[in-house]
């Protein structure tokens, strides 16, 4: 196939994932004369795609205040603020809808195809791309970009264990956390923040929490250096994950990632309890006179912390009843519910998503256009650049949104 493919294009486009497909298919049908190729290194485009959200596909958020949308990336908020007036959620369920995919929103926020299949959501773009007549060729990598001095660009391509050489006169790079492109973009004159993973679990081997796997809290607190995150926590068989996990991870990327994954974890199983009312509800406790002859570890006090839990952040009372504790076991308890101390050591990876955190620097970016500051006619577009969300369609929706403002610069 590749041989049959012409040398010079009016568009080309690297890499055939979310922002790619969005960029192309936004291009071509804007300016169906324009002729649009997408370069696809894998043997399949939209990967990603077919695997999110655990195979249905997490397309974008139920959040429609650009202002509030943006509070949900660690990196690239700020930039993002402009862009989200322009094609925002409301517009990726329109955009969906009018190619007959309907969308769902889950108590949570998540918005999902109806199908529960991410292969509804990539039958769409291949759809809507073959209509807009863009060609896409797989298994096609980009090895180095050269800018041609009258305008445009020639690219070095590999396929089929063979390099050719073709033309664009505009260039997107849509290639992900891909770091041999990202080399490519520095080539040009970009810098590049340092990509490192986001979005992922808490390895913890500690005794208080071995052996419950699977059990929930519904509001914990958690303190990681600077990062405060807040929402339920789930414990696993090696360590803990859950939102509020997720969050401190995403915030904290950069930082855990300094410490080679090993560092402090403060843990308020209570929420925003503080340390004097949990030590005022535990001492009720402990004077209630019905109390007096029942064993600590039978009850939780707290109808949030599942007694499987209780019963191991409380280990050290032992077999005491209530009116046996001391005043030092009662305020080691409330410590140890409102900042019990835990150590990470180590990543775990979660299934349903992951991103990294990283990549162009955003400030050699017009978000208007996605056009780069540095090279005239090379635009940017999704994961490649240095924004990442935290886990709920976020990802995606700056995808979405960076990549349908480049298929608009790029069909002009
Ligand atoms: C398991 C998993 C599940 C996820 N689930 C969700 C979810 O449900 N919701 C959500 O919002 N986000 C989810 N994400 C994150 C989301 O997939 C990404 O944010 C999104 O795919 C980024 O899109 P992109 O087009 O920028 O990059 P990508 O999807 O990574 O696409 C980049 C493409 O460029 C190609 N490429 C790279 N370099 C070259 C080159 N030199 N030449 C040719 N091709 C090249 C790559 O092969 C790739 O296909 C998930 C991620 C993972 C890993």
Known sequence: MSNNFRAKWDVIIVGGGAAGFFAAIRCAELTPTLRVLILEKSSQTLGKVLISGGGRCNVTHACFEPEKLITYYPRGGNELRGAYTRFQPNDTVAWFEARAVKLKTESDGRMFPVTDSSETVADCLYKAAEDAGVRVEVGASLLGVEKIPKGG????VRSDAQIRF??????????????????????LGHTIIDPVPSLFTFNIKDGRIHGLAGVAVEDVTLKMDTVITRGPLLITHWGMSGPAVLRCSAWGARILFDKKYASRLTVNWLGDYKLDSTLEILQRNKDWHENARKKVAAHSAFSQIPI?????????????????????????????LTAG?????????????????GGVNLKEVDFKTMQSRIVDG?????????????????????AWTTGWLAGNALSE
């Open 153 to 156: 660009f020639k690219l070095e």
């Open 166 to 187: 073709i033309e664009t006169k505009k260039l997107l790079f849509a290639t992900g956390g891909d770091r041999k492109s990202l080399n490519i973009l520095h080539s």
């Open 308 to 336: 499987r839990l209780w019963k191991q952040l409380a280990h050290f009372i032992g077999d005491k009843n209530w009116a046996d504790v001391s005043k030092a076991e009662i305020r080691k308890l409330a410590e140890e």
């Open 341 to 357: 101390e835990f150590k990470i050591q180590g990543k775990g990876q979660f299934k349903e998503e992951f991103v990294t955190c």
């Open 378 to 398: 090379l635009y940017l577009a999704g994961e490649v650049l240095d924004i990442d969300g935290l886990t709920g369609g976020f990802n995606f929706q700056s």
